[in-house]
């Protein structure tokens, strides 16, 4: 099987992840646009932009 490595969904950068390299969770930099990245799933790896901000669900 080959290898089909994520795309970085900030700029489309292939980024060279091996699943075992990774947990779901873990936060990683894209090489290319320097983007946190949040591991969403592995196998196949999905990643999607992070918040740097912080987030927080709040009731006004
Ligand atoms: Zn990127």
Do not use: K, N, Q
Not at 3 to 14: H, N, Q, T, V
Not at 28 to 53: F, H, K, M, N, Q
Request: glycine share 4%; proline share 7%.
């Amino acid at each position: 099987m080959a290898a089909a490595y994520p795309f970085c969904p900030a700029c489309d950068f292939e980024i060279e992840l091996d699943e075992l390299d990774v947990d779901r969770g873990e936060r990683i930099g894209c090489p290319e646009c320097g983007v946190t990245l949040t591991v969403l799933r592995i196998s196949p790896i999905e990643l999607d932009i992070a918040d740097e901000e912080v987030h927080e669900w709040r009731d006004s």
